[in-house]
């Protein structure tokens, strides 16, 4: 303890006041965090003018902790919850990271970092604003975002407050296929098209449900040759050129790579 207090010192001598504090229970432990962020066109601080997107490398700052991590927004008052691709602004959504754990309402701080914003604005420099052209929605020069951060952390995007600590929080992502009747049987039955291109995912699709604008529902019967046509059959009779739908979810999580980074520290 005697050395620590050395240690402590001597920090305090060169860069300054130190700042300690202490966790609560299961405060060391890592769960998937969500945060309830903002980021509203009448707060100064949060007039970020570049896209932030799912999955993208961001610097968060969850009370007194600040690391980078890859978060993943969604939107929805229930479970499961939708997820979104961009975070726009003038936007409040709900933010989920890997992180260790903490109780709200703790303030939580999202950042751009410094080198993704460089790099975007040396690439994103208009015609416009080389001539001097002030017109705020077109792209904003490297010099513009530079006057937003220091040299070691990114502009502020958004901030907000721990919602809670839960890994069972479903996030869902959805994609809908969609594909051409090229041949009605006579009975109710016919042959799709154009919805997959391979025999095997056909195959794998058999058990997921297909629907149409008109309120048709079927399934898929069996495969018709190697390059994805389908048998199927709906509970009424279709018409040629119909077009059929086929909705399909995948959970997400965010990136694993920020999982092994928070195991690192």
């Excluded at 975070?87 to 950042?111: H, N, Q």
């Excluded at 080389?130 to 975002?145: M, R, T, V, W, Y």
């Excluded at 009424?236 to 959970?251: D, E, N």
Aim: hydrophobic share 30%.
């Amino acid at each position: 303890r005697r050395k620590s207090g050395k240690k402590i010192r001597k920090v305090y001598d060169d860069v300054g006041p130190v700042l300690i504090w202490g966790l609560n229970t299961d405060e060391q432990k890592i769960s998937i965090l969500h945060a309830k962020m903002s980021r509203l066109e009448t707060d100064e601080a949060t007039r970020f003018p570049l896209p932030v997107h799912s999955k993208q490398r961001l610097v968060v700052q969850v009370g007194m902790r600040r690391f980078e991590s890859s978060v993943i927004f969604s939107s929805g008052k229930q479970e499961p919850l939708r997820y979104k691709r961009d975070f726009k602004l003038g936007e409040r959504t709900l933010m989920s990271l890997y992180s260790r754990v903490a109780f709200g309402p703790c303030p939580v701080l999202m950042f751009a970092r410094a080198s993704d914003v460089e790099k975007y604005g040396s690439e994103n420099i208009t015609s416009d604003e080389q001539d001097g052209d002030e017109n705020p929605n077109h792209s904003i020069s490297s010099e513009k975002l530079k006057s937003l951060y220091d040299h070691t952390l990114g502009p502020l995007v958004s901030s907000g407050w721990v919602d809670k600590m839960d890994p069972f929080t479903v996030t869902l992502r959805h994609r809908i296929l969609h594909g051409k009747i090229f041949k009605v049987h006579k009975t109710t039955s016919a042959t799709l098209r154009h919805l997959v291109y391979n025999k095997d995912d056909a195959k794998y699709l058999k058990d997921v449900k297909l629907w149409t604008n008109e309120g048709l529902e079927g399934r898929i019967v069996n495969c018709i040759g190697t390059h994805g046509h389908m048998k199927c059959s709906f509970n009424k009779k279709p018409m040629v050129g119909q077009s059929v739908y086929m909705t399909l979810y995948k959970r997400q999580f965010p990136p694993l790579k920020s999982l092994r980074d928070e195991l690192s520290r």
